[in-house]
Nanobody
Framework: QVQFVESGGGLVQPGGSLRLSCAAS?????MGWYRQAPGKLRELIVR???????FYKDAVKGRFTISTDNAKNTAALQMDNLKPEDTAIYYC???????????WGQGTQVTVSS
């Protein structure tokens, strides 16, 4: 059974930083994060493919940075200059390289408030 675990999140003031982490027990074709704010649909904000290609939603470009370690099957999301509108539950997401099965983390709350 594939293990897919995320960690991080919390409460931070506007302009602050947080770091999210995600770890899989098998090789992933891509890893990234979605977020879901209250009353809104879940949206893809960043995805990085095994070959290096990366997608960022415009709203987070220049503020969020994803890094991955293919050998360790891990990903990290560094979130800087956080804004109140970044408040949401963040879900790590990935697709297994061999089976193409998709996996989700348990979700972690990020709250940006003064």
């Amino acid at each position: 059974q594939v293990q897919f675990v995320e960690s991080g999140g919390g409460l931070v003031q506007p302009g602050g930083s947080l770091r999210l982490s995600c770890a899989a027990s098998t090789s992933m074709y891509y890893m990234g994060w979605y977020r879901q704010a209250p009353g809104k649909l879940r949206e893809l904000i960043v995805r990085k493919f095994r070959g290096g290609s990366t997608f960022y939603k415009d709203a987070v470009k220049g503020r969020f940075t994803i890094s991955t370690d293919n050998a360790k099957n891990t990903a990290a999301l560094q979130m800087d200059n956080l804004k109140p509108e970044d408040t949401a539950i963040y879900y790590c997401n990935g697709q297994e390289f061999e089976t193409e099965n998709e996996y989700w983390g348990q979700g972690t709350q990020v709250t940006v408030s003064s």
